[in-house]
C-alpha cells in the first residue's frame, strides 16, 4: 500500500508540474447500498501529500425530496459537523473519509465532496469535487395478506382477489403458495408486476386450500405470511347410489323376496346436498322419502321397479339424478349369494367336479361286473405250477385239444387242395367230398391216457 501511495504520488506531482489539469481525490465506489441500522463507510483517496497544501472542504448531503444540507465543513486541521447530524457522522481530519454510522432511510440521496487545495509551491488553488450515490435497503418485515371477499365464494360465479403487502421493506419480492405449493401464471391466475397481488377467476372446486404468502428482499429471507383458508361452495358431483346387500348389475340391483335393503345416495359436495328419493312408473313420478338413505321392503314389490335419487345444493343452485332399477328374485342363502358374486366360476368348477367323480364311479362299477377281477386273480393264483411255468405253445402241439365239433361250410367251385390236415380235422380218417355242405365232427376222448393220439380217428356223424 505504501508503494503504491508513492508511486500514485509521484504520478500526481509530475502531472501537477505539466500543464494538465489532475484529479488529486479519489473514490473508489461512487455507487454504495447499505442495510438500514448497519453502519456506511465512504473512502476517499488523496493524491498529494497532506502538508505540502493547505485544504478546506465540505460533505453534503441532497436527498430524493430535493432538499440539500451540509454535514461537514472542514480543514486540515478542523472539522465542524452540523449539530443535528453529530451523533450520526463520524469525521477526522485531515482523513476525508466520511463514516454514516447508522443509516435510515433518510440517509439515501447524493453525497457531495467539494475541496479546496492550495499548495505551497504554487499560486493557483485547485478546486475537486465527487458526488456519491447511496441506497438503502431495509430488510422486510412479516407480510400480511387480504382476501377479497372475505367470505365463502361461489364456484364459477365469483373471483377472489388476494393482496400481499408489508409495513417495511425495500426492493421486495412475492411468491404466492397454496398447500404450500408454489403458484405461477395460468388462464385463471393473473398476478401483478411485483406479484404482490393475485386474482382468481373464476373460482372453482380446485382453488379450495390453505394460502400465504412469502416477502423477501436481498437483504433479508424469506419471511411467510400467516396462512389463510379459501373455501369455494361447490357440487354435486359424482353422484352414486350404493347398497350391501343384493346383487348389482350395472344400474339394477336384484334382492332376495322378502329381504329389507338399504340404499344411500352420495355425492361431493360442498355444502352437503339435500336429497329426493322418487318411485317411477309408466304413468307417475312419486316422492317416497327425503334424506341420503332410502328403505326398500322387497315383499312390497309386485315387479321391477325404477327409483332415483335427486341430490341439489342449495347454494350452489345446481342439481344431480341418479337411476337404478330393483328387481326382486331368489338369490339363494347369504353363503350361496357371496359365492355367486364373489367368484362366478365356482358353481361350474363344482359341477366338472361331480360330474367327474360320478363318471369314474360308474367305470369302475361296470369294469367289476364285466372283468371280475378277484376271479381273475383267484385263477392265476390257483392255476398249477406246471401250467403257469409251460412255455407258450402255438395252439395245436397237443392233439387232445382239438377234439370237438365243428361245421364246415362248402363254398362251390374247386378247391386248390384236395388234402386236409388230419390234425387240424380232428384226426378225420377221410374227407369223402370237400363239397359237402355240413360235417359234424364228434370229439372222441380216449379211455386211458396211454391211447395214443394218433389212434384217434376222425370220423363223420
Not at 385239444?401 to 387242395?417: A, L, N, Q, R, T
Request: glycine content about 6%; overall charge neutral; aromatic content about 8%.
Amino acid at each position: 500500500m505504501e508503494a503504491t501511495g508513492r508511486t500514485a504520488l509521484y504520478f500526481c506531482s509530475v502531472l501537477f508540474l505539466l500543464p494538465v489539469n489532475c484529479k488529486f481525490i479519489h473514490i473508489p465506489s461512487l455507487v454504495h447500498r447499505g442495510i438500514e441500522g448497519k453502519p456506511l463507510h465512504l473512502p476517499v483517496e488523496t493524491c498529494f501529500q497532506l502538508d505540502e497544501a493547505d485544504i478546506q472542504g465540505t460533505w453534503s448531503h441532497t436527498r430524493p425530496s430535493g432538499t440539500r444540507s451540509t454535514l461537514v465543513t472542514f480543514t486540515k486541521d478542523v472539522d465542524i459537523t452540523n449539530m443535528m447530524y453529530r451523533n450520526h457522522l463520524f469525521f477526522r481530519a485531515p482523513n476525508i473519509s466520511l463514516l454514516i454510522q447508522k443509516l435510515n432511510r433518510d440517509d439515501e440521496g447524493d453525497y457531495h465532496l467539494q475541496l479546496h487545495i492550495k499548495f505551497h509551491n504554487k499560486t493557483d488553488p485547485v478546486n475537486e469535487g465527487e458526488t456519491v450515490h447511496v441506497t438503502v435497503d431495509v430488510p422486510v418485515s412479516t407480510p400480511v395478506i387480504v382476501k377479497s371477499p372475505s367470505y365463502a365464494v361461489v364456484e364459477d360465479k365469483a373471483n377472489v382477489t388476494w393482496t400481499c403487502s408489508v409495513e417495511r421493506g425495500t426492493r421486495v419480492g412475492f411468491q404466492w403458495l397454496r398447500n404450500n405449493v408454489p403458484l405461477g401464471p395460468s388462464d385463471r391466475y393473473h398476478f401483478s408486476k411485483d406479484n404482490s397481488t393475485l386474482l382468481i377467476s373464476p373460482v372453482r372446486k380446485d382453488d379450495m386450500g390453505i394460502y400465504h404468502c412469502v416477502a423477501s428482499n436481498p437483504v433479508s429471507p424469506g419471511r411467510s405470511s400467516r396462512a389463510m383458508e379459501l373455501t369455494v361452495y361447490y357440487g354435486p358431483y359424482n353422484l352414486a347410489v350404493n347398497s350391501g346387500q343384493g346383487l348389482r348389475t350395472g344400474e339394477v340391483f336384484t334382492i332376495n323376496p322378502g329381504e329389507l335393503v338399504f340404499f344411500e345416495c352420495q355425492a361431493d359436495s360442498n355444502p352437503p346436498n339435500s336429497f329426493v328419493w322418487i318411485s317411477k312408473s309408466r304413468n307417475a313420478t312419486q316422492v317416497i322419502t327425503e334424506g341420503p338413505r332410502l328403505e326398500v321392503v322387497s315383499y312390497r314389490l309386485a315387479h321391477a321397479e325404477e327409483y332415483l335419487c335427486r341430490a341439489f345444493n342449495n347454494v350452489t343452485q345446481k342439481q344431480d339424478e341418479a337411476q337404478f332399477t330393483l328387481v326382486v328374485a331368489s338369490l339363494g342363502t347369504g353363503k350361496e349369494k357371496h359365492t355367486q358374486t364373489g367368484n362366478s366360476l365356482s358353481p361350474l368348477a363344482a359341477i366338472i367336479v361331480c360330474s367327474l367323480f360320478i363318471i369314474g364311479c360308474m367305470l369302475l362299477v361296470f369294469l367289476r361286473r364285466t372283468c371280475h377281477p378277484k376271479r381273475v386273480l383267484m385263477s392265476i393264483y390257483n392255476r398249477p405250477e406246471s401250467e403257469q411255468k409251460r412255455p407258450h405253445l402255438s395252439g395245436h402241439e397237443d392233439a387232445t385239444e382239438d377234439f370237438g365239433i365243428y361245421e364246415f361250410i362248402s363254398i362251390p367251385g374247386k378247391m386248390e387242395s384236395t388234402q386236409a390236415s388230419c390234425r387240424s380235422l380232428a384226426r378225420l380218417e377221410s374227407v369223402q367230398d370237400m363239397h359237402t355242405t355240413i360235417y359234424d365232427v364228434i370229439r372222441h376222448v380216449p379211455e386211458t391216457p396211454s391211447h395214443s393220439l394218433l389212434e384217434s380217428r376222425c370220423t363223420p356223424h
